[in-house]
């Protein structure tokens, strides 16, 4: 797959997923399905799954930056992480950090807040499956 191909998908999912856009996580997801099942289609059935399982994993990590930027208070980032099991001391630690919402978004306990089966359940399709 070639860079550019790359890089202009990433663009397009850049403004699909601004952090500052005023439209509900359904909206985003609505788009981002539509627009993804356009580049899978013609993508879909490269050879470099890496590539493919790299981009979703990116994608992930966009949207989990996404919602911890709308969950803005550090009460409203503790609830939401202690309704999804994570333990009270890590969900604490993590609503009160000072660290910026990128970095957070790799962090594991939003990986383990927010799985991919979190993101599958709201209709969001995969791009790493296809490539199998």
Not at 32 to 40: A, E, H, I, K, P
Not at 48 to 66: G, M, N, P
Not at 84 to 104: E, F, K, N, P, T
Request: positive net charge; proline residues 3%; charged residues 25%.
């Amino acid at each position: 797959m070639a860079p550019a191909s790359i890089d202009r998908f990433k663009k397009r999912i850049r403004e699909l997923t601004r952090r500052t856009r005023g439209c509900t996580l359904g909206d985003v997801i609505g788009e981002l399905t539509r627009y993804m099942r356009g580049w899978l289609g013609y993508f879909g059935f490269c050879e470099t799954q890496i590539v493919l399982r790299d981009l979703e994993s990116w994608l992930h990590r966009r949207l989990r930056a996404l919602l911890w930027k709308r969950w803005k208070l550090g009460t409203v980032r503790f609830r939401e992480l202690r309704q999804r099991g994570v333990s009270h001391d890590l969900a604490a630690q993590s609503a009160g950090s000072s660290h910026s919402v990128w970095r957070l978004s790799r962090s594991p306990v939003l990986n383990f807040a927010l799985p991919g089966k979190f993101w599958k359940s709201l209709g969001l399709p995969s791009l790493a499956i296809n490539a199998s």
